[in-house]
């Protein structure tokens, strides 16, 4: 079993920045990816960033992210964290980190773990 447990969502203005946090406790592994996604109110959770399993510190991200988000990871801390800058509107909505065993997806339902989520709401 893997617990997460999310944290910094808030309100911003747009252009402004958020740094998210995800902490992972229980069986965790570097076997795990952490992926990063997103459900705005009537709308389907979506993929926006993952840290890929393995100590190649590789990553992957949807394209309306790339260039303004940032994934890291920290293994020794359990913690990955999703610097989000030049934030927009559009990126207002519950933020959820999810754990996989294995590579990237961007299919939510792949995913085994998840947390509780944190709100982002990005004001115009």
């Known amino acids: 079993q893997v617990q997460l447990v999310e944290s910094g969502g808030g309100l911003v203005q747009a252009g402004g920045s958020l740094r998210l946090s995800c902490a992972a406790s229980?069986?965790?592994?570097?076997?795990?990816?952490v992926g990063w996604f997103r459900q705005a109110p009537g709308k389907v959770r979506e993929f926006v960033a993952a840290?890929?399993?393995?100590?190649?510190?590789?990553?992957d991200y949807a394209d309306s992210v790339k260039g303004r988000f940032t994934i890291s990871r920290d293994n020794g801390k359990n913690m990955v964290y999703l610097q989000m800058n030049s934030l927009r509107p559009e990126d207002t909505g519950v933020y959820y980190c999810g754990a996989r065993l294995g590579g990237s997806s961007a299919y939510s339902s792949t995913y085994a773990y998840w947390g509780q989520g944190t709100q982002v709401t990005v004001s115009s």
């Open positions: 840290a890929i399993s393995g100590i190649g510190g590789h990553t």
């Open positions: 229980g069986r965790t592994s570097t076997f795990y990816t």
